[in-house]
């Protein structure tokens, strides 16, 4: 296991949104590990602010949820994006590339 | 909004969602488990509980922990200003109190249905009529004046019953019911007295009532020669009986007449009036045999010009009301055209018409139901200025709040947010003002009750605190809230946040000012507008009772002890019912300390009436108005114990007795309208007994008394004819009689000798109505009293609210100008000027709300006619007293604010931010 990186504040919900579009509905522990494979064990997705999040998330309206069989047999909760939610990870992705440019620019030596 | 519905379902079916969150961290429990092939999972994993309370606080989240954060907000501020927030909670509360009470009995009096199957399909019957009507010979009931003139009135001739009763096609039941008066009630060897009433057969059907026990009266108990039967009230069965089913069978003496109890009424049923308990119902068809009255009894069945009985019917389903009047209409007016006897009989008839009857007969609803309206009125004006005082309170606060509100604003909360912090505030406020409110109301209601029962002892008017009226309140209270919430809430957020923040506390050259007044002055005017109305209002109650009690009576009325005997009742015939009163009139003018006594048919000023038609030999009937004059039956020494001088001729008394010719002293009223210009004494008039005697007694006047008040001190004295009750007039005859004893001391001292003395005479004839003759005039005008003390205690209520309201608003306003008043102090302005800067604004918001005030007492106090005694609407001396009191308590209320803005140090002042 390489350096373990808490994830930067205000990008939980953009990474679930992401990776549920990218591989369409799974459960918490799912999501989990797919970001942090993803990123290679550097992004570490904390439970104890994943469930909440998810929560939250659901409040919104950003993703749906069902129960269903998981690949091995046992019931999960499924997450879903919603259209809505599709939306609001456009909407993130792109504050997040500005900033991540605007940051860029800052720290660029000179 | 979506969300909001999310986190409802949320709550629905937390349980269930409860569940699910388990689940799924045990479903990633084991997922993580399986994976790294460790059971020490949980440790890794973290605190399970947490992550679930977390997740359980975004559902209930912000919503609830808002509202939780507002609340407790809201307890701290109104805890850091305790004055402000007990004014406010105190006169919010006395508001809804007040307001509460009075519901209370609007509800009792006017809205809450008789406890009777589908009450809604009930209708009175009544006639109106305008003038005189011949036609009526003899009329026993209740009548009321109509604004537009003439009387209307729930008394029909039996015949007249039967005709409408057979002949209808639109009520499926038509009874008939007459009061029965107090009756003298022996069951089991206990006497007692109590209401009857005389009903007829179908009158529990119509009413579709059920027996407690045995049956109700019938069709064939009210036959002429069916056996004699009575129902008892539910109350009378379980205080005399104990609630034994043996009690049906059993005989009972009604007025010494046997009758054999046949059931037991149910319950809640207190008969059809509200304002008589009844204790026993007896078939009408008893009447005659009861010999109540003993005036001609027998032919009160079939003498068609003899009004008593009165009628209400069920409606046919499917029938209105106005197809039902439509109907009987007609029918009655052929039926009293049938019964005229001659020309001048037939120029008046009664009208009939209908009257919904579902809450009964209103006589109580007649007694209360304006001096109710006009004391709601006064309470929502009092609600008024309550909530005129909290918003004034509250937009002062706002005012001072502005930099705290700019703060908030400035750090991103929502205008929302802060508004709703607000409302959460005032609604806080006023739901505690309502619980305060519902306190006050259940004591007002208690005073209220005592003070309109006034000691009567069946007093029926049950008014309560039931659901209906507490959810008046709590909408009352909420509205307010909201209303007097929302104004200053607005306000407060509007502010343009930059200069809001640059202001210190004491700034107060601000430019927002462009108006010569703001609302908060718009309020003041109004509540010391109100409050003028209310003052003037209590002030005219206050001078109408005083009329009221200084009239004067041309009789006495102090140490006059009253009692009514009746040996009628107890079986008492008429040779011995004359022998008896006079044994007893022996035996009181005996005791020591007794100037005198004497009795009468009729009490003095308790208006009751016993009038008669008379006509002047030789004289034409002056105009349609059939002459007429007040009879009383007098013992003798009549004149001398009530002290009514005799101006010519002789008293009535010992030498006028059975065989003599009649003979009568009349009043100045009888003398000056029909003698004008001469002496009465030694001219004949013929009255005309109660019904059956056509003829008329020759009556001689042998003496003149000076006008004494005879049934109330409202109404002119009419004529009055005074007679001796030991002479015997065919169809007069005596019974119940009331006793006058005039004493040296305290009259009910000698109550227990005189009860000792009558039960030593005749222990079967109960001694009944003590009082003295004061309590029974200060009887009469109980309303008045009742209504002056209530109007007083709110017109001092409005008083004070607008004090606190004038007086908030000026301390405010000179805190606010601190600054500038220690910078004119320190320039070298006087005192004097000080104090008259702050109290010219205070004198113009006075006069401004006086003059809105005047101009609404002139248009309002014209409904207050009716009420007023002795004095005009806009009475002068009253409305410049009201004008002084308000002036004197604004200048009170505002000199103290101008005192402190006067000794303001102006060091600190300028100091001071």
């Given amino acids: ?109 000179a | 909004m979506k969300s909001l519905w999310r986190r409802l379902q949320w709550l629905l079916h937390r349980d269930r969602f409860e569940r699910e969150m388990d689940e799924e961290i045990h479903h990633h429990l084991g997922l993580l488990a399986d994976d790294r092939k460790e059971a020490d999972v949980l440790r890794q994993f973290g605190n399970i509980t947490l992550i679930k309370e977390d997740s359980r606080r975004i559902w209930i989240g912000t919503f609830c922990e808002q509202l939780a ?70 009329r026993t009931g209740s009548a009321y004046r109509e604004p537009g003139g003439g009387i209307t009135c729930p008394n029909f001739p039996y015949q007249g019953y039967e005709t409408l009763r057979d002949n209808n096609h639109v009520f499926s039941t038509l009874f008939a019911y007459a009061g029965g008066g107090r009756m003298n009630l022996v069951a089991d060897g206990q006497a007692e007295l109590g209401f009857g009433e005389y009903v007829s057969g179908n009158y529990f059907g119509g009413l579709e009532l059920s027996p407690a026990a045995g049956r109700l009266i019938g069709p064939e108990d009210d036959k002429s020669g069916a056996s004699p039967v009575a129902v008892i009230s539910y109350g009378y069965w379980q205080r005399r009986f104990a609630a034994q089913a043996a009690a049906v069978g059993k005989r009972i003496l009604v007025n010494g007449y046997p009758l054999t109890i046949i059931g037991v009424a149910p319950p809640e049923f207190f008969g ?79 009208t009939l018409w ?18 109710l309206y006009v004391l709601t009125a006064m309470v929502g004006l009092i609600l008024l200025i309550a909530c005129a005082n909290i918003a004034n309170l509250l937009l002062a606060r706002a005012e001072a709040r502005r930099r705290e509100m700019a703060v908030r604003l400035s750090l991103g909360a929502g205008r929302i947010r802060v508004m709703r912090q607000l409302l959460t505030e005032s609604i806080l406020l006023s739901i505690s003002a309502a619980a305060l409110g519902t306190l006050l109301a259940s004591f007002g209601i208690r005073a209220l009750t005592w003070l309109l029962a006034n000691g009567r002892e069946n007093f029926t008017l049950h008014a309560q605190l039931d659901w209906r009226v507490l959810t ?178 002789r008293p009535v008394g010992e030498q006028d007795i059975d065989g003599a010719p009649v003979t009568a002293v009349v009043n100045e009223v009888f003398a000056r309208k029909y003698f004008p210009g001469q002496s009465p004494i030694g001219h004949h008039f013929f009255a005309f007994a109660y019904s059956g005697n056509r003829q008329g007694v020759d009556i001689e006047i042998v003496g003149l008394a000076r006008t004494a008040l005879y049934d109330s001190l409202r109404r002119e004295v009419p004529p009055v004819t005074y007679i001796s009750y030991l002479q015997s007039i065919k169809n007069w005859s005596i019974t119940g009689m009331i006793f006058e004893v005039h004493t040296a001391g305290d009259p009910l001292a000698l109550a227990g000798t005189v009860r000792r003395i009558v039960h030593d005479v005749s222990p079967q004839v109960p001694v ?146």
């Avoid at chain 2, 009036?273 to 003993?294: E, K």
């Avoid at chain 2, 009160?300 to 197809?323: C, F, K, S």
């Avoid at chain 2, 209908?354 to 001096?371: K, N």
């Fill in chain 2, 272 to 350: 059809v009036r509200p304002d008589t308990v009844a204790q026993i119902f007896i078939p009408v068809r008893q009447f005659g045999s009861l010999d109540v009255n003993q005036r001609g009894v027998s032919t009160w069945h079939t003498d068609p010009h003899n009004y008593w009985v009165e009628i209400m019917g069920r409606l046919r389903p499917g029938v209105t009301q106005a197809q039902a009047q439509a109907e009987l209409v007609p029918l009655f007016h052929g039926w009293v055209l049938n019964s005229a006897e001659n020309e001048s009989e037939r120029a008046l008839l009664p």
């Fill in chain 2, 472 to 649: 008046f309140t709590l909408l009352v209270a909420v509205a307010t809230g909201t209303l007097f919430g929302l104004a200053p809430a607005i306000q407060a957020t509007k502010i343009d946040i930059t200069p809001a923040l640059k202001e210190t506390r004491a700034g107060s050259s601000r430019a927002r000012t462009r108006l010569p007044f703001s609302l908060s002055h718009i309020l003041v005017v109004a509540q010391i507008a109100i409050s003028l109305l209310l003052v003037a209002a209590a002030g005219l109650f206050v001078r109408t009772l005083g009329n009221l009690e200084s009239v004067s009576l041309g009789f006495n009325r102090d140490n006059v002890l009253l009692f009514d005997l009746n040996p009628s009742h107890a079986g008492y015939k008429e040779p011995a019912i004359k022998s008896l009163y006079a044994d007893l009139q022996r035996r009181f003018q005996l005791l020591p300390g007794v100037r005198g006594a004497t009795m009468a048919s009729v009490p003095l000023v308790a208006n009751s009436t016993n009038t008669t038609g008379i006509s002047m030999p030789g004289q034409p009937p002056a105009g349609r108005r059939a002459p007429s004059t007040a009879v009383m039956m007098v013992g003798p020494s009549f004149f001398d114990t009530m002290q009514i001088p005799i101006l010519a001729g």
């Fill in chain 2, 69 to 138: 954060q507002d609340v407790r907000y809201a307890l701290r501020t109104m805890a850091s200003s305790k004055l402000f927030t007990a004014m406010a909670i105190l006169s919010l509360a006395l508001g809804i109190g007040a307001n509460t009470a009075i519901y209370s009995f609007m509800d009792a009096i006017m809205l809450r249905a008789m406890p009777v199957g589908h009450p809604a399909q009930l209708a009175i019957l009544k006639w109106r009529i305008k003038g005189d009507a011949t036609v009526i010979h003899g």
């Fill in chain 2, 768 to 913: 009944a109505g003590i009082t003295t003759q004061a309590g029974q005039i200060d009887g009469t005008i109980v309303q008045e009293r009742t209504f002056a003390e209530l109007c007083t205690c709110f017109g001092a209520l409005a008083l004070i609210m607008s004090c606190v309201g004038l007086y908030g608003t000026m301390a405010y306003a000179v805190s606010r100008r601190t600054s500038e008043i220690g910078i004119r102090m320190a320039l070298g302005a006087e005192r004097r000027r000080i104090i008259w800067m702050v109290l010219r604004q205070v004198l113009l918001l006075g006069a401004a709300g006086l003059a809105v005030g005047l101009a609404a007492v002139w248009e309002t106090t014209q409904f207050l006619k009716s009420f007023l005694f002795g004095l005009q609407p806009n009475d002068p001396l009253t409305l410049s007293f009201a004008v002084a009191i308000l002036a004197a308590c604004a200048v009170l209320a505002g000199y103290a604010p101008a005192w402190r803005a006067s000794h303001i140090d102006p060091m600190v002042a300028l100091r001071h931010e």
């Fill in chain 2, 354 to 371: 209908l009257q919904e009857g579902g809450s009964g007969v209103d006589s109580l609803r007649h007694q209360y139901s304006q001096p």
């Fill in chain 1, 1 to 109: 296991m390489g350096t373990r990186t808490e994830i930067p504040p205000g990008t939980l919900y953009m990474l679930i949104l992401k990776t549920l579009a990218r591989i369409g509905p799974m459960h918490g522990y799912g999501i989990a590990q797919y970001i942090q494979q993803t990123s290679e064990e550097v992004l570490q997705v904390e439970e104890g602010s994943l469930y909440p999040a998810l929560q939250r998330m659901l409040i919104k309206g950003w993703v749906d949820a069902e129960w269903r069989q998981s690949e091995n047999n046992r019931r999960a909760r499924f997450y879903k994006l919603t259209p809505e939610g599709r939306k609001q990870l456009n909407r993130e992705l792109r504050d997040f590339e500005r900033v991540m440019l605007a940051i860029g620019k800052v720290i660029e030596p």
